[in-house]
């Protein structure tokens, strides 16, 4: 399967490879309290590798792509015969705001998490 992305800071265009993802967790002494108190440091990385005309791989973090066409077709295109299933199950534009799932306009207790996303009327 070929995808085709572009990266949103240089508008190069590349094909993507694979996608990765990383969490880390640093502990060094730190400057005042040494080893007593060292300085952590934690997060992730969400990489996609990606590659030249010249097949030349390199690691970008996802959130600088945007997917253009899979297989020769448009995203828009391979996804337009789902545009009315998504708009008729309410799912577009509602998130769940603890966990980040679509939810319809009528939930009042999202059906994932079970958080409550608006008073009872």
């Not at 005309?53 to 295109?77: A, F, M």
Request: with cysteine; charged share 20%.
């Amino acid at each position: 399967m070929a995808v085709i992305v572009v990266h949103r800071v240089t508008g190069q265009y590349y094909a993507l490879v694979g996608t990765g993802y990383s969490f880390y967790k640093d502990s060094r002494p730190s400057f005042l309290g040494g080893v007593l108190f060292p300085h952590q440091e934690e997060g992730e990385f969400k990489g996609a590798a990606i590659a030249d005309e010249q097949g030349s791989i390199s690691w970008v973090h996802t959130s600088e792509l945007k997917v253009i066409e899979v297989d020769g077709i448009k995203v828009g295109e391979l996804l337009s015969p789902y545009a009315d299933m998504n708009s008729k199950t309410g799912l577009l534009g509602e998130f769940c705001s603890f966990c980040g799932a679509g939810v319809s306009e009528q939930e009042k207790v999202c059906p994932f998490c079970k958080s409550r996303l608006r008073e009872s009327d």
